[in-house]
């Protein structure tokens, strides 16, 4: 048995000096990088740009916005980014809203279902502005051939960040009384409509490329999910009666955007 | 007791040996010259044209062999030229590309879909094939929120199976470095295809009676693939599904019969609907392996 265990003992120290010996005589490929003279587009230089980000799937107003980036870029692989959001066309009604607004009551008809028309409009919410900051990591950087004759830098990257949404609604609740003298939703006390407007602290996380054009102008594209504290219809959630702070839910909001962005300096370094 | 101490023996005699023999090792290199490495060269545009990253296909991975003299400086990676080859060829081979998706667009009603590809590649940019898929319904918090916000039932559709005939293209080929260790290789690939889709109304009343629809369905794709083995891939895609669907009718009667429903339905209900979906899919080729046609 001790014959055994001793035998065994020895294989287990003896096969990986032998595995080390055997590893201690190097290629000279062996520390070459895959990609050599490779440009580095990104080491320690500033990105600049601007562009258009549009929501995806928002419950009642979808946004268009108008989006700068500023980064730089610490390494080839890492960098630090703020951006700005501002949106341009508050009044984009989504489908869904429409097809709610169009089933609703007109003001001024008898019916025991609320809300009216001009009770729920207003307190429907839209993104106003928003500004974040966030850490980009580029693990894929290379090339692309289309159709075979055009060549393109490429990168891709993940995104992680936080920022602040700024809310704002098309009006205030109504608090008159109706035909049939009860109060309109704003008008209750506790009230029982009020639109969720304002800053809210906002979480962001996603995925981005760049396509370079040239040297120090590329293709910006991103797609991210800001996680904030939203109701967007501004009415009951939970199910008691009363529109407040109770109401609000962490809500997933898809922005896409595409930039145009510039690098400085002008000039990529060359790896080894 | 006498084994046990044999077999120590054996391991301490074993180390020696090993260590001995590095020791070896490293002094030869030592008197052979080293690598001589020279410094890295950063200057913006030198050496453009040893750009070996370039994406020109029908490259080779392997290093060139070099035969060194004795005693000669030993050769360091910067000497040695690597050109590597167009990883995967797809020409004349079949995939069979198992999926699962979700549907992205619809704030109201979410669908699973699962479901798979099978491709014939002509060429290797050039593929037609067969496509389908089953879906799993699931009603989003938005949907359950209409009733208790605005006192209104939404009127849906659930999707239950789609088929098609699809048409594939491959404009774009890439690789990329990853943390500058291992290369990845990727295309990007557009589809166009027309197909069937079968749908099927939610009534807004429980326990009405609903009816299902065939919709002929346009679609268009977009997706991304990286190569993993010569026999196994990994994609990412997306695709938008037009077709025009019948909802259930807004003025039905409990009393209408279901025919009477979809015949209404058909005549005011009907709308056109795009469906946009993201797949993820892994890619499995037949024949599993493929032979270049070209010298190194």
């Known amino acids: ?272 | 007791m006498k084994r046990l101490a044999l077999g120590l023996f054996v391991i301490l005699a074993n180390l020696g040996v090993a260590k001995v023999s590095l020791a070896q090792e490293q002094e030869g290199a030592a008197t052979g010259g080293g690598d001589k490495t020279p410094p890295a060269d950063t200057t913006p545009g030198a050496n453009l044209e040893l750009d070996l990253s370039e994406v020109t296909g029908g490259e080779n991975p392997e290093p060139k062999k070099t035969t060194e003299a004795a005693g000669a400086p030993r050769r360091s990676w910067e000497d040695i030229v690597v050109v590597p080859r167009k990883a995967f060829l797809k020409k004349h081979r079949v995939e069979l590309a198992p999926s699962a998706g979700i549907t992205l667009n619809d704030p109201l009603i979410r669908h699973y879909s699962f479901g798979g590809d099978l491709n014939y590649y002509i060429t290797d940019v050039l593929s037609f094939g067969l496509e389908g898929q089953y879906f799993i319904k699931e009603l989003s918090e938005r949907e359950s929120l209409v009733g208790l916000q605005y006192y209104l039932v939404p009127t849906l559709n659930k999707l239950k199976y789609h088929y098609g005939f699809d048409f594939g293209y491959v404009p774009g080929y890439g690789k990329f470095g990853l943390f500058n260790k291992w290369i990845v290789h990727w295309d990007l690939a557009v589809t166009a295809g027309l197909g069937m889709m079968k749908t099927e109304i939610i009534p807004r009343a429980f326990g009405d009676a609903s009816f299902t629809n065939n919709d002929i369905t346009g679609q268009f794709g977009l997706g991304v693939r990286l190569f993993v083995l010569d026999w196994l891939t990994l994609s990412v895609t997306f695709r938008d599904y037009l077709y025009k669907d019948i909802f259930e009718y807004n003025g039905r009667l409990p009393t209408d019969s279901i025919a009477q429903v979809k015949q209404d339905s058909q005549n005011s209900q009907s709308q056109f609907v795009q469906n946009i979906m993201m797949f993820f899919s892994i890619g499995l080729y037949i024949p599993p392996s493929f032979s270049y046609r070209t010298p190194r």
């Open chain 1, 1 to 272: 048995m001790r014959k055994i265990v001793a035998l065994l003992l020895g294989a287990l120290v003896c096969l990986p000096t032998a595995a080390r010996a055997e590893k201690e005589r190097k290629s000279p490929l062996t520390d070459a990088p895959v990609i050599r003279k490779r440009l580095e587009l990104r080491d320690k230089r500033f990105e600049a740009g601007v562009g258009v980000g549009v929501s995806i799937g928002q419950d009642f107003y979808n946004a268009l916005l108008v989006m700068p980036k500023l980064a730089f870029h610490f390494t080839d692989w890492i960098s630090l980014a703020v951006v700005g959001g501002y949106n341009v066309t508050p009044n984009w009604k989504s489908s869904f809203n429409n097809d709610v607004y169009d089933k609703l009551i007109e003001p001024g008809k008898t019916t025991i279902k609320t809300p009216y028309k001009d009770e729920a409009a207003p307190t429907m919410n839209h993104i106003k502005y928003m500004a974040m900051g966030q850490v980009e990591f580029i693990p894929l950087s290379g090339k692309i051939a289309l159709l075979g004759s055009l060549f393109s830098y490429f990168d891709f990257y993940v995104l992680a960040g936080a920022g602040i949404v700024n809310l704002a609604a098309a009006g205030t609740a109504p608090t008159g009384d109706r035909l049939d003298g009860t109060k309109q939703c704003g008008g209750t006390d506790p009230a029982q409509c009020k639109a969720n407007v304002g800053t809210e602290l906002m979480g962001n996380f996603g995925v981005g490329a760049h396509a370079f054009l040239t040297h120090w102008m590329a293709l910006n594209l991103e797609l991210r999910d800001l996680l904030y504290k939203n109701n967007a219809s501004g009415r009951d959630v939970n199910g008691d009666g009363v529109t407040d702070a109770n109401d609000l839910e962490l809500s997933n909001n898809w922005i896409f955007s595409l930039n145009f962005q510039f690098f400085l300096p002008g000039k990529a370094k060359i790896s080894r």
